[in-house]
């Protein structure tokens, strides 16, 4: 089966713009989880979605902010962006909280 | 904050030897899981361990769990140059079982000399 896709891959933006994120999990891969990796701070969890509804947050601020489709794909939106926004940010969907999570490749975002 | 830690940091081996990564957490678990990142790549899983689980092989990769130290060790037998990457441990919490919120680790770089 296909496996979780994230686009786009590659981003560059300025400070102050903000920017979409798209995830598409693998079929019957209900939840989704989004991360945030940096060399400072490693892998940090941002949010889950499930059935369309935040079912966990992480300790970010609300410049960053998701959703997720009744088809389970998923966005996160980050808004005026910062320079230390620029990360690689991975999504995951997952079957149950017991299973493993499947990750897509990552966007890496840049910010100028 | 992270609630897993690993050691080492960094490890540099040669093809054909073991390596060993260890990885602590602070608060009970659910479960514990590994996971290997190849450079500028997403996260593949590599093994998932329950907390009620001590040993779990698949491969070449044994995984150990000790809940009362609050520890796990991944083993990685007859390494090879492909194994070369980043390896992550990632706690799922006790009370939250049904969610997706993983705890990572800062991660153990491998480097498999061939």
């Known amino acids: 089966k296909a496996g979780v896709t994230q686009t786009p891959r590659y981003l560059i933006k300025t400070r102050g713009q903000q920017v979409t994120l798209s995830c598409s999990p693998i079929?019957?891969?209900?939840?989704v989880s989004w991360y945030q990796q940096t060399p400072g701070q490693g892998l940090q969890f941002l949010f889950e979605?499930?059935?369309?509804?935040?079912?966990n947050k992480g300790n970010f601020p609300g410049r960053f902010s998701g959703r997720q489709f009744s088809n389970s794909r998923s966005e996160m939106n980050v808004s005026t962006l910062e320079l230390g926004d620029s990360a690689l940010y991975l999504c995951?969907?997952?079957?149950?909280?017991?299973?493993?999570?499947?990750f897509g490749d990552g966007t890496r975002l840049s910010i100028l | 904050s992270q609630q897993g830690e690993e050691d080492p940091q960094a490890l540099s081996i040669q093809e054909g030897e073991n390596a060993t990564m260890n990885c602590s957490y602070k608060?009970?678990?659910?479960?514990l899981q590994w996971y290997r990142q190849n450079s500028g790549r997403g996260l593949v899983h590599l093994i998932l361990i329950r907390s009620n689980e001590r040993e779990k092989h698949s491969g070449r990769l044994r995984v150990t769990l000790d809940t009362s130290k609050k520890s796990s060790s991944l083993l990685i037998t007859a390494s090879r140059a492909a194994d070369t990457a980043s390896y992550f441990c990632a706690t799922g919490f006790r009370g939250s079982s049904n969610t997706g919120k993983l705890i990572f680790g800062q991660g153990t770089t491998l480097q498999v000399k061939p």
């Open positions: 979605y499930f059935s369309e509804t935040q079912r």
């Open positions: 079929s019957g891969h209900r939840s």
């Open positions: 608060t009970s678990i659910n479960n």
């Open positions: 995951a969907g997952q079957a149950d909280g017991n299973q493993p999570q499947h």
